[in-house]
């Protein structure tokens, strides 16, 4: 008992080798004493932590140097030895190192050392039973190597993680424990991201028994009741902020799935069958999801696959959901897609809104570049649509496209804007029934698409899009952009040619024939605030 007093005592001290070898110390006890010294030493470890957290206790231990003990006693022990004392004596003391604070801000650079420090302790308890067969002895195989690991690491997990996500669910009556909870479960998550993502997204997704994650798929598409409550929201912003690297593998079951349940709790919300905050929180993770793709070159390639295939969604109805909310479920595929579109354009906003910083490389928006016309292409081809929420969040988005990616990179697609614009007029001019849908939304604005359209027969042929007619300042973007080239473009500056055949043109020129174009299918009243 003296050794360990002793041993632990020195991991109090500023010399990193004193209280390295310290930690060792405690481990050695272990290895060779076992199951007779560890209920010896983790009981004093939880002491000293639960002591004073203002970083010293009476024993001077510090809580870094406890968590280093705590490290190297888990990382010697054997899986069976961690098995026995696992629910009473390493978890415990485990929890209090990764939820102790000792001023209240766990953003606190002492608080993040200790808290990476305890979840180096979970880390290596984790491949202590990953490297030892169902018997608990060890092997060399690695992680994950012998029979039966993974329930053995799956009740490991659920050791540790369960009381942390109760704790997350109770910030009502205690939420500085809460916030302590996602902090500690983001530290985690970035030790071990691949072992917690696919033992988290089944909880998230509320699905019990033994389905793995290549199993959700089947899930997504035959439940229709709101899985993603507020909890698991939370959950999944967690997940989303601490493993940014490994999520765009899982992008293909995360996109759906929260695409799934925005509209769900959307129009579930609507008819009263759940509350503005349960949406507002998918909405949060929905947001979360989106932020952990940005300035990662791989994310982003998987996510404007995903996003694109939402945004040109035509064949959605085939889910049970549609059946039971009663709605149009392709047009809310569709729209969701565009506001996901928007928060990923937000969260590129949020790292530098600096137009100048954003031309100089130094904002995360300049790999977006890359993806440019693709975006423009499926974005632009909403246009038409006649679904005013649809319409109000591409104005959103493309609102923010205007921001994000420098005017100076944006007038080189003029000539593109300018050409998918006049196409998507042609087909509004020509389809039929739209005049007739377009009254039955807002009769003053169908009017004036009337003034302005051709008398063919008896009916009405409008040249207005849906977008500029059904949403208010909805032309603002392209104005912003056509002056910009107009008045700071060089002349040596081309852009694609408005004539389609691929030629270059003055930029200059290419702006002045689009915004003559875009009073032809928008207000002239837009125009007014651009007068000079």
């Known amino acids: 008992s003296k050794k360990v007093v002793y041993a632990a005592k020195a991991t109090d001290s500023g010399n990193n080798d004193v209280r390295a070898s310290a930690s060792r110390a405690l481990g050695e006890l272990v290895a ?11 009981p004093k470890l939880r002491n000293a932590l639960a002591e004073d957290c203002s970083g010293l206790g009476e024993s001077g231990l510090s809580r870094q140097g406890l968590c280093l003990g705590l490290a190297e006693i888990v990382s010697v022990a054997t899986a069976k030895l961690l098995g026995a004392y696992l629910s009473t004596l390493i978890v415990p003391a485990l929890l209090d190192a990764l939820l102790c604070d000792d001023d209240g801000d766990d953003d606190d650079d002492s608080n993040k050392m200790v808290r990476h420090t305890a979840g180096i302790a979970f880390h290596k308890m984790l491949k202590t039973v990953g490297n030892s067969d169902t018997s608990g002895k060890s092997n060399n195989v690695g992680l994950g190597g012998g029979p039966g690991n993974s329930t053995v ?6 050791a540790v993680i369960t009381p942390l996500i109760d ?4 910030e009502e009556e205690d939420e500085n424990q809460s916030r302590l909870a996602i902090s500690a479960m983001k530290e985690l998550i970035t030790l071990r991201p691949k072992e917690l993502i696919e033992y988290l997204l089944p909880k998230i997704m509320n699905v019990t028994g033994n389905s793995g994650v290549g199993n959700l798929h089947s899930v997504i598409l035959t439940t229709t009741t709101l899985t993603l409550t507020p909890i698991n929201a939370k959950v999944l912003c967690a997940l989303c902020s ?3 690297t490994h999520l765009p593998s899982y992008f293909s079951l995360l996109i759906p799935f929260i695409v799934r349940e925005l509209i769900i709790s959307n129009s579930a919300t609507d008819r009263c069958m759940y509350s503005i905050e349960e949406h507002e929180h998918v909405q949060v993770a929905g ?3 989106m932020k952990a793709c940005t300035g990662n070159a791989i994310g982003e390639q998987f996510m404007m696959i995903k996003l694109s295939k939402l945004i040109e969604s035509s064949n959605q109805n085939a889910t049970p959901a549609a059946d039971w909310l009663h709605v149009d479920v392709s047009v809310q595929y569709r729209m969701w897609g565009v506001w996901l579109t928007k928060q990923m354009l937000s969260a590129y906003n949020i790292v530098n809104p600096s137009s100048e910083a954003t031309s100089s490389g130094s904002n995360k928006a300049y790999l977006l570049i890359d993806y440019l016309s693709i975006l423009l292409k499926h974005l632009l081809g909403r246009v038409v649509e006649l679904d005013v929420n649809l319409l109000q969040q591409l104005h959103q988005c493309l609102s923010f496209l205007t921001k994000v990616i420098p005017l100076d990179i944006l007038v080189t697609h003029i000539g593109f804007i300018k050409n998918f614009l006049n196409s998507a007029c042609s087909d509004a001019r020509h389809r039929k029934g739209l005049y007739e849908s377009i009254l039955a939304l807002s009769p003053a604005t169908a009017v004036q698409a009337v003034k302005k359209g051709k008398n063919s ?8 899009l849906p977008l500029f007619l059904l949403v208010k300042g909805a032309a603002e973007p392209f104005i912003t952009l056509y002056l910009h080239a107009l008045l700071y473009t060089t002349n ?8 389609g055949t691929g030629g270059n043109i003055n930029i200059k020129e290419c702006a002045a024939l689009a915004i003559g174009d875009l009073v032809h299918y928008s207000d002239l009243a837009l125009f007014k605030p651009f007068i000079i």
């Open 457 to 464: 027969g008896n009916s009405f042929v409008p040249m207005q």
């Open 492 to 499: 040596a500056t081309s852009a694609v040619s408005s004539s």
């Open 287 to 289: 947001t979360a999801l």
């Open 242 to 244: 601490a493993a940014t």
């Open 153 to 158: 690491i799956n009740k490991t997990l659920d």
């Open 167 to 170: 704790r997350i669910a109770n």
């Open 32 to 42: 060779k004493l076992g199951d007779k010294i560890l209920p010896i030493i983790i």
